[in-house]
């Protein structure tokens, strides 16, 4: 575990992920300790939540529990993770629940995710759970679909860095029943729960979120180690512009294409290193920017004399599945001789789609370039 300055080898860390509570993401992360324990490998729980559910509660069995660390807060004694105590303990793994939580004022750290980074970093490996709705970046997401803000968040990062993501999936239809059925929440709250939180749209939404983000990260970490071997899982359209007045009718018609498809979106201005932009064009580059970040794309903004290869090296680099460019402005005798930006994309791209937007006559803009 150590190297030859005895510094530790930083840990490894699992991840169980889940749309929801009652899924069954700690219920699982038990079940594949005791698997593990039962090969001989050292588990311990650091700390464990089971909301007085009997099935959860079944699956600690032999596992060993490091006792809590107790601390007095506003005159009530309250108990935490002992993060020091697991350290001198010394178990090949650490059992973690709810990532998310805050800790008690007064703890060496404030969140339960600082602690468990510090565990990792310690040498030891951790398996922790989370549901999707407590990761910063979907915080605004979530509180759209539920109608709820959700107040413990954890860094992005934290999915970024994990060794192992398990997403623990459910139907709505089954988690509704688990409610129904009290292994969630005690009967006081399964009415208002059905109501409110778990109502089947939510939580559709909410699996779906889980599910897409999840793959969202794993299609990342293959673009990033895949070495060329990688297979895009997720549309991804780029919006070709230019600083003709229809980009921005090429971008909403882009932004409605990714938000069907599910897919990312990107929006892209190829340009001429032997061209000066006027001020008006920079502006109006500025404003399909704007745009672009607004429905959650990403601008992207290359030098390249040939505007076809500028594309074609985009869509290769950020593995683009959909292309949105605007119809030729050329004239005919131009096309005949040069042949349009649609023929020579097509030779480049034979895997990506195409489509191609109808542009009005008469445009604001005057430099050559069409797309």
Known sequence: MYDSLDKPHRGKHRIYIGMAPGVGKTYRMLQEANGLREEGIDV????????GRQETAEQVQELEQVPLKEMCYQGKSLKEMDVEAIITRQPQIVLV??????NIPGS?????YQDVEYLLESGLDVFSTVNIQHFESLNDVVAKITGVVVRERIPDRLLDEADEVI????TPEILQERLMEGKIYKPEKIEQSLRNFFVRRNLVALRELALREVANNIEEVEELEGEGHYCCIQERVLVCISTYSQSLRLLRRGARLANQMKARLYALFVEDPERFLTKDEILYLEMCQQFCKEVGGEFLR????NVVLGIAEVAQQYHITQVVI????KNRWSLLLRGSIVQHLMRHLKEVDLHIIG?????SR????EY
Not at 44 to 51: A, N, Q, R, Y
Not at 97 to 102: K, M, V
Not at 108 to 112: C, S
Not at 326 to 329: A, I, K, M, Y
Request: hydrophobic share 40%; proline share 0%.
């Open 108 to 112: 060496f750290r404030e969140k339960r």
């Open 302 to 305: 290359v030098r390249n004399a």
């Open 366 to 369: 005057s430099h050559e370039g």
């Open 167 to 170: 997403v623990v999936d459910a």
């Open 97 to 102: 629940d709810e990532l998310a939580h805050t």
């Open 359 to 363: 542009t009005a006559s008469k445009v």
């Open 44 to 51: 311990v729980i650091g700390l464990l939540e089971t909301h």
């Open 326 to 329: 605007g119809q030729t402005l």
